[in-house]
C-alpha cells in the first residue's frame, strides 16, 4: 500500500519507518523538500536533521505536501496541530478526497507557556476540525495519545495498554484497525469510540500525558482501560 507521511519531525519518521519496515511504500510530505533537506542543525528536540535521517533511510521518499497525498492510498497526518489544517489545505483536498486520513496529531497551544493547553478542547476537537474542512476525506484519529516509539511497537510498554480509534466512516476505521494490528497492537487493546466527536475525549488526554510525563521523568508509558469491552 502507498503511504503519505505529512510531518518530518520524530513522530512521522517513526510512522514512516514502521510502515516502510512493513513493505509499504512510504512518502514523507514537507513544505519544501529543498528546505528540509538542507537543515544541517538538529530541531528544537534535538532530533538529527531529516537530511541526516533519510541517509540512514533511503527508502523512505520526501516530496511536497500535495505531492505525496496524491500518490497515497492513505494518508497519516503526522503534523503539529497548530498547523495541520494549513498542512492539509496545502496537500490538497483533491488529493484527499475518499482517502483514509489517520490523524494522530494534537491541538496542542503554547500561547500560555508551558505546559500546553488544548485549542480547541470540550466542545470540539482537531479531529472533528479535520472532517469538516476535508468532508470527502475519511478520518480517523488513533495514536495521538502515546509516544512516537510506543505507536509502532506497543511491547515497548509491559502488560496490557489501550489505544483507541474515533471516526465517522466505518470501512475506515477497519482499515486503521488492521494498521494498528500490523503495529503489533493487539485487537482487544483496540477500542473504537464511535464517531469523530469521540476524538475529544482521547485529545483530552494530552493535559494528564504530559503531567504523567513531567512527573515520572520520561514517556515509556501509556494508558490501559481495565475491564471487559468488545474488541475493534
Known amino acids: 500500500m502507498r503511504f503519505a507521511v505529512l510531518g518530518t519531525g520524530v513522530v512521522g519518521r517513526t510512522i ?9 511504500e512510504v512518502v514523507i510530505g514537507t513544505r519544501d523538500p529543498k528546505t528540509t533537506l538542507a537543515r544541517a542543525e538538529p530541531d528544537g ?42 498542512i492539509l489545505a496545502a496537500a490538497g483536498a483533491e488529493n484527499l478526497a475518499g482517502k483514509v486520513l489517520a ?20 466542545t470540539d476537537s482537531l479531529g472533528e476540525q479535520i472532517q469538516r474542512a476535508f468532508p470527502e476525506a475519511k478520518v480517523v484519529k488513533t495514536l495521538n495519545t502515546m509516544n512516537a516509539s510506543i505507536m509502532v511497537d506497543p511491547s ?22 488492521e494498521l494498528l494490528a500490523s503495529f503489533g497492537w493487539p485487537r482487544p487493546s483496540i477500542i473504537d469510540l ?11 488526554l494530552l493535559p494528564i500525558w504530559l503531567r504523567l510525563y513531567s512527573t515520572l521523568g520520561h514517556a515509556q508509558f501509556n494508558f490501559h482501560i481495565a475491564g471487559a469491552y468488545p474488541a475493534a
Do not use: C
Not at 490523524?103 to 470540550?122: H, K, Q, R, T, Y
Open 156 to 177: 515497548q510498554v509491559p502488560g496490557e495498554h489501550t489505544v483507541f480509534v474515533s471516526g465517522n466512516d466505518a470501512e475506515a476505521k477497519q482499515a486503521v484497525t
Open 16 to 24: 514512516a519507518v514502521k510502515l516502510a519496515s512493513l513493505g509499504h
Open 194 to 204: 464511535g464517531d469523530i466527536t469521540t476524538a475529544r475525549g482521547t485529545e483530552m
Open 45 to 86: 528536540y534535538g532530533n538529527p536533521p531529516f537530511s541526516a535521517w533519510q541517509h540512514e533511510n533511503p527508502q523512505v521518499r520526501l516530496a511536497t505536501f500535495a505531492e505525496a497525498a496524491a500518490g497515497a492510498d492513505t494518508v497519516v497526518n503526522a503534523t503539529a496541530g497548530g498547523v495541520a489544517l494549513e
Open 103 to 122: 490523524d494522530i496529531a494534537n491541538p496542542l497551544d503554547f500561547s500560555g507557556g508551558m505546559p500546553p493547553s488544548l485549542d480547541p478542547v470540550n
